[in-house]
Nanobody, 127 residues
Framework: QVQLAESGGGLVQPGGSLRLSCVAS????????IGWFRQAPGKERERKGI??????????YYRDSVKGRFTISRDNATNTVYLQMNDLKPEDTAVYYC??????????????????WGQGTQVTVSS
């Protein structure tokens, strides 16, 4: 399995920005789907991820709730996937997890399809 580690979370005011990073240990194949999921306070982790990127061709997916505000990108040289989050809202407050699956992103990233997970990073949006 791939070892993943997230960083970049923190406290930010509404309308602010954060950039999350997900660093992966050595990939064993050339194609992975890296997804971002989140778990709001007092709730279970959402089964549908908010964003996904294919490491092979950079194709991306976004849920409607973050489309236009969040941008996912990857740096294959450093095995790092980024989630740039702009115009953050209080409802974005959650623990954010990255996850890896061999293959490609195609539509909604679903929790059950991903076998490797990071430990999560807390994002709090509050004034």
């Amino acid at each position: 399995q791939v070892q993943l580690a997230e960083s970049g979370g923190g406290l930010v005011q509404p309308g602010g920005s954060l950039r999350l990073s997900c660093v992966a240990s050595t990939f064993t194949v050339d194609y992975y789907a890296i997804g971002w999921f989140r778990q709001a306070p007092g709730k279970e982790r959402e089964r549908k991820g908010i964003s996904c990127i294919s490491t092979s061709d950079g194709s991306t997916y976004y849920r409607d709730s973050v489309k236009g505000r969040f941008t996912i990108s990857r740096d294959n040289a450093t095995n790092t996937v980024y989630l740039q989050m702009n115009d953050l809202k209080p409802e974005d407050t959650a623990v954010y997890y990255c996850a890896a699956n061999v293959g490609y992103c195609s539509g909604y990233p679903l929790e059950g399809d991903f076998g490797s997970w990071g430990q999560g990073t807390q994002v709090t949006v509050s004034s």
